[in-house]
Nanobody, 117 residues
Framework: QVQLHESGPHLVKPSQTLSLICTVSGGSITKNGHHWSWVRQPPGKELEWIGGIGYDGSTYYSPSLKSRTSISRDTSKNSLTLQLNSVTPEDTAVYYC?????????WGQGTQVTVSS
């Protein structure tokens, strides 16, 4: 069974870049037909899909975050990367790596990221 583990800084300063890595085990990120997403949940708010990357490396982004977001992968490490530029306190959230472009099939455990000076 696929397992996902998010890692990265828990505290980021405003205007800086948030960078997270999702390490995938139990399945290949290049497996035909598989897609992978980053999703976040700000405190007291609903889940928000950030974007995703397909088994072929194609990327998709939420229109509201597209200008600040980059999603990439490292096939040698079977991992995914999320970069969110020019962060503000409104980017404070639990960030999840997940299997699927919504609907989501498998979730990582999530990692808290706080944007604060």
């Amino acid at each position: 069974q696929v397992q996902l583990h998010e890692s990265g800084p828990h505290l980021v300063k405003p205007s800086q870049t948030l960078s997270l890595i999702c390490t995938v085990s139990g399945g290949s990120i290049t497996k035909n037909g598989h897609h992978w997403s980053w999703v976040r949940q700000p405190p007291g708010k609903e889940l928000e899909w950030i974007g995703g990357i397909g088994y072929d490396g194609s990327t998709y982004y939420s229109p509201s975050l597209k200008s600040r977001t980059s999603i990439s992968r490292d096939t040698s490490k079977n991992s995914l990367t999320l970069q969110l530029n020019s962060v503000t306190p409104e980017d404070t959230a639990v960030y999840y790596c997940a299997v699927g472009i919504p609907p989501i099939d498998v979730w990582g455990q999530g990692t808290q990221v706080t944007v604060s000076s």
